[in-house]
């Protein structure tokens, strides 16, 4: 999978993919990430990227031509099977929407800033609107950041057996039941005599039940869905 993060600053982007789960995505060159610096594409001497937006009101509009220009720049390289813009307004980002993008094959992302893209750019070049929650970040670069980690860890091949995704909370719509490792007994408190009996069937049952409570408890609106 290839990822374009087009964005204003890309230094916000340069450290997250560096470690753990994702480094070695880009190791077994499974995925590519790429940020393209939006002010390279900005109009004049300045580089202009932002202007004031029509109909008067506070705040700057990130302008048609940077974004784009920008994203012909890509296009012209190959074709991508979607354009995702990163804003509050967007579509809910969740595990379900995760696994669908760990599919395919070449993905753009567009980060905002200010009040936002020229509203042209959304009617016309985007093709998915996403949110990660419902409050305000000053830019969607660390929104895209949580997306790019969560989609590239469902990339096929990434995970091992050990790392694999199918016990993950989410996954199967539950939490994930509580873990544990040594030791078994640290000052009195004691790891749940069922992780130590050696019994699969048990264990596993064990395991259910504990999601299933935990969800009722956190998050009963899971259950509902
Ligand atoms: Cl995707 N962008 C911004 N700027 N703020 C957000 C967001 C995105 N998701 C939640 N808050």
Known sequence: ??????????????????????????????????????????????HQVDDYQYGGGAGMVMMIEPLYNALEHLRKERSYDEVIYMTPDGERFNQQIANKLSLIENLIIICGHYKGIDDRIRQHCVTMEIS????????????????????????????????????????????????YTRPADFQGWKVPDILLSGHEAKINQWRDKEALKRTRKRRPDLLDE
């Not at 880009?26 to 300045?46: T, Y």
């Open 1 to 46: 999978m290839r990822i374009d993060i087009i964005s204003v600053v890309p230094n916000l982007l340069e450290s997250p993919f560096q470690h753990s789960i994702l480094k070695r995505a880009f190791e077994k060159d499974l995925l590519e990430v790429h940020v393209v610096d939006l002010r390279a594409f900005g109009l004049g001497r300045n």
């Open 132 to 179: 990660i929650g419902d409050y305000v970040l000053s830019g969607g670069e660390l929104a895209a950041a949580v997306l790019v980690d969560a989609v590239g860890r469902l990339i096929p091949g990434v995970l091992n057996d050990e790392t694999s995704a199918l016990l993950d909370s989410f996954q199967d719509g539950l939490l994930a039941p509580p873990v």
